[in-house]
């Protein structure tokens, strides 16, 4: 049985390591530090210059990459990906980077996001001849830089990357080369780092990874993003950059500001921390209560708590503690506990909420069923009254650009009011930061133009058969 949950899920992280003895070894790290992003499955493959050697499989990325491994996948060249599915069967076939042998030679793949266009395309090949051994639209891109006319490994990748829609970032391996690329409106993150070479001998080490977080792990410095629409090709010749399509409008998903990328992150070049501080401190002007305490729900709702505090003066309070080792499965109780799946997570403070005012800050509500049991918890434990506040607008419409939603009938918001979804998860007040408010926190359209289809409604693309095409289902509920 999943572990219920209410959170919106993203599909994956990716990492590339190019120049360093250690390339694999190096990836394993960045992979550790960009866990949060999937936690179904992972892997790496790595080039000693003349083969490529991977190795992936179910599970964690401290459980699959022992030292044993990592010893079997040596080179100074590497890629690596762990997954959460949003499209694909939860499977070892659709773990990554997907390694295939083609007319360009040997190359590896990892695919953070989600093509829009991936069952059109994919059944112009399937009559063309082309025999697919996965369930993952990451595939589909694979099959395309086989197919190009293009003579070039380069020019066949950015060839491909015209015929793919949607969110895609993505990163490619050959024996002595690494591909990075983002799709034209910027969806996904993908940033770019170095580590200074250690010895005279040693040129720079040019880094790629998902998130910022997973360079301080691994003492790379970051220099810059990856740029919508932009492919840039590291090999013996050096760093090349190339822009594979024009400029389109920036569209890069807000909701990794909101919940998905880890606090000590820079994304889409603004620091995430800062941005949930400025989300908490807003919705303490647009909604202040009267309250003895400020209680995160851990750890997303922390950060915006935070700033709730400083702006309201409400003090906080952790009366709410997360259990960060509980696994996908668990063995329940043969006569059933109420709440049972969240009280594995999180566990309330008794003398901490009891006789208490408490405002509870969450980053989101997608179902309502977690909300509702955590908020019945927190009155079990003695709470006076109890009010829900949400670092972020009410999200109606399901994401068809990487972020693991439910179809729009079990979004809780796209079927209730605001007062109706107070009355289901039994709090005294509910208030959610409004779109504005998001906006202004999260820097739209000083730097970045963000996507804000979960919570409007409209899609910056084109998506035929939206209801044909709806992402699998979230972990849990």
Known sequence: MLIPSDKLREECGVVAIYGHPEASKLAYLSLYALQHRGQESAGIAASNGEQLQLHKAMGLVSDIFTADVLALIPGSLAIGHTRYSTTGDSALLNAQPIMVECNKGKIALAHNGNLTNAAEVRSHLDQAGSIFQTTSDTEVVVHLIARSREQTLGDAMADSLRRIEGAFSLVMLTPDRIFAARDPRGFRPLVMGRISGQAAHRADTIVFASETCAFDLIGATYEREVKPGELVIVGPEGVHSRFYSAQQPQSSCIFEHVYFSRPDSIVFGKAVQQTRDAMGRQLALESPVDADIVVPVPDSGVTAALGFSYQSGIPIQFGLIRNHYVGRTFIEPEQRVRDFGVKLKLNPVRNVLEGKRVVLIDDSIVRGTTS??????????????????????????????????????????????????????????????????????????????????????????????????????????
Do not use: F
């Not at 506040?389 to 439910?406: K, L, W």
């Open 372 to 477: 509702r049991k955590i908020v019945r918890m927190v009155r079990e434990s003695g709470a006076k009254e109890v009010h829900m506040r949400v670092s972020c607008p009410p999200t109606i419409s399901p994401c068809y650009y990487g972020v693991d939603t439910p179809s729009k009938n079990q979004l809780i918001a796209a079927n209730k009011s605001v007062d109706e979804i107070r009355e289901y998860i039994g709090a005294d007040s509910l208030a959610y930061l409004s779109l504005e408010g998001l906006r202004k926190a999260a820097g739209d359209g000083e730097e970045h133009s963000y996507c804000t289809a979960c919570y409007t409604g409209k899609y910056p693309t084109n998506i035929v058969g939206v209801e044909d095409i709806a992402p699998a289902m979230a972990a849990g509920d």
